[in-house]
């Protein structure tokens, strides 16, 4: 497990293994620890429920953003840009 820790708003699942995802639309993949793809799955979360016009969602998923850019700005860009 990362020692890489959540921010205390997240209210996801704090996984005990990372993985590699795909970005959806180019293809590209990019490996996570447990910690980032936590806050991945929370932010793509978020965004669904983003777009079906909950404005709480839309804060999570800045914040969520935000921590991407922070803490694994090349993942960032692979995968959420």
């Given at each position: ?27 590209e ?50 995968l959420?840009?």
């Amino acid at each position: 497990m990362n020692k890489q820790k959540l921010p205390s708003w997240f209210k996801g699942e704090l996984y005990e293994e990372g993985d590699t995802v795909r970005n959806r639309f180019s293809g590209e993949e990019y490996e996570l620890n447990n910690v980032e793809l936590s806050m991945y799955d929370f932010v793509m979360g978020a965004s669904i429920i983003a777009e079906m016009g909950l404005d709480t969602d839309i804060v999570n998923l800045r914040k969520g953003l935000d921590w991407f850019r922070k803490h694994n700005p090349k993942a960032y860009m692979v995968l959420l840009d």
